[in-house]
C-alpha cells in the first residue's frame, strides 16, 4: 500500500499521559500535514511541513503539542499531560510540490483515534 | 474559521445528479476553491480544485461563478458510495473545513 499510513490507529490514554502519533507520507511527497477533527466538524489544520521545515503551526497547537520531521520523511505529533478536550481523530495528510501551484491534493491517512479517560 | 457556507445536508437518488452549493462571498483573487468528501470512519479524499474556471474530472464537475462568491459541485450520476460529508474549502497558504454537507443518495 503506497497510501499515507497512520500509528497507532487507535489509542486510549490516562488524563495528564504523553502521547505520540507517528505519520508516514507518501514516498517523495514534500508537504505533510496535521489536522485534529472531532465528532461532527470538519477536520482543523494544526500544523504543516515543506521537506523537514515547520512552516506554518495553527493557534489551536499549544504548547503541549509539538510535531516534528526530523529527515523530511515520516512525522510524529506528541501531545504532553494530555486532557480529555484532546480527545479526537488525529488526521495527517501529504501532498506533492507543484510549481506554481501552493496548495495541491492532499492524501489524507486513516487517522489515530485519540481517548483520553 | 471556515471561509464557506454550504448546507448541513441534502439528499439525492441513486441515478441522478447530485449539486452541492458552496458560498464563499469573502474569497480573495488568489484563493482556490477545493472539494473533498469524507466517509465515515476514513480520511478526506480530494475530489477536485479550481481557480476562476469551471473544471471537471473522473469524479465530478466544478462550476465556479464568475464573481466567485459561490460555486457548485456536481456528481453527475450519484451512487450509494457517493454518500459522505462533502467539504468545500477555500484557501492560498492553508485549508480551513467548515462542517460541510452531509449528502444522502437514497436508492
Known amino acids: 500500500d503506497t497510501g499515507v499510513s497512520q500509528d497507532p490507529r487507535h489509542k486510549i490514554t490516562k488524563r495528564g499521559q504523553n502521547v505520540t502519533f507517528r505519520c508516514d507520507p507518501i514516498?517523495?511527497?514534500?508537504?505533510l500535514y496535521w489536522y485534529r477533527q472531532t465528532l461532527g466538524q470538519g477536520p482543523e489544520f494544526l500544523t504543516y511541513f515543506q521537506n523537514e521545515a515547520q512552516l506554518e503551526k495553527s493557534r489551536l497547537l499549544s504548547d503541549r503539542f509539538s510535531a516534528e520531521r526530523p529527515k523530511g520523511s515520516f512525522s510524529t505529533l506528541e501531545i504532553q499531560r494530555t486532557e480529555q478536550g484532546d480527545s479526537a481523530m488525529y488526521l495527517c495528510a501529504s501532498s506533492p510540490l507543484v510549481t506554481g501551484q501552493v496548495i495541491d491534493e492532499q492524501f489524507f491517512g486513516p487517522g489515530t483515534r485519540l481517548t483520553v479517560l | 474559521d471556515a471561509k464557506t457556507t454550504q448546507p448541513t445536508s441534502m439528499d439525492c437518488a441513486e441515478g441522478r445528479a447530485a449539486n452541492l452549493p458552496c458560498n464563499h462571498s469573502?474569497?480573495?483573487?488568489?484563493?482556490?476553491v477545493y472539494w473533498y468528501r469524507q466517509i465515515h470512519s476514513q480520511g478526506p479524499q480530494y475530489i477536485i480544485h479550481g481557480l476562476k474556471n469551471n473544471e471537471t474530472n473522473e469524479m465530478a464537475s466544478l462550476i465556479i461563478t464568475e464573481d466567485r462568491k459561490s460555486s457548485t459541485l456536481i456528481l453527475p450520476h450519484a451512487t450509494l458510495r457517493d454518500t459522505a460529508v462533502y467539504y468545500c474549502i477555500v484557501g492560498y497558504n492553508d485549508m480551513r473545513f467548515g462542517a460541510g454537507t452531509r449528502l444522502t443518495v437514497k436508492p
Open positions: 469573502t474569497i480573495s483573487g488568489n484563493e482556490y
Open positions: 514516498s517523495e511527497h514534500n508537504r
